[in-house]
């Protein structure tokens, strides 16, 4: 145990619920790692509620689906085409799709939210190069 300075020292109650005398600097750096604990928990909790309300406003997808992903403005010129078709190859337990195209698979994995399923079959997984 490290020395206290009883004319600065704080009660402090641990989570095995024993009551301890400790120097306020100690006091101080308990309670932040506390208050990051639950920071860290809560994000978590949001970033869930975040991804189910964004899977509710989106349509289901699953492997062999025709989708169309746009391509931002400042990755294309004048002449290309807004946007791409692409098919999901794999989805993956957190929710992200491996897509490919008739030029290759892409490396990046997509959410649900970053492209549209297309109502019809316009590219076969056999079409896309492994």
Do not use: W
């Not at 492997?63 to 391509?71: A, L």
């Not at 079959?121 to 079409?127: A, G, S």
């Amino acid at each position: 145990m490290e020395p206290v300075h009883i004319s600065c020292s704080e009660d402090y109650v641990s989570e095995d619920e024993v009551e301890q005398k400790i120097c306020k600097l100690c006091f101080n750096e308990l309670n932040v790692q506390r208050e990051r604990e639950k920071s860290k928990k809560c994000l978590g909790i949001q970033a869930k509620k975040m991804k189910l309300m964004s899977d509710k406003s989106n349509s289901e997808a699953s492997v062999g689906f025709t989708v169309r992903i746009p391509v931002p403005e400042v990755d294309r010129g004048k002449g290309d085409a807004k946007s791409i078709l692409a098919i999901i190859i794999k989805n993956s337990e957190e929710g992200f799709f491996q897509l490919g195209t008739r030029n290759g698979r892409i490396k990046q994995l997509y959410s649900r939210s970053q492209f549209s399923v297309c109502e019809q079959k316009l590219i076969q997984i056999e079409e896309v190069p492994m």
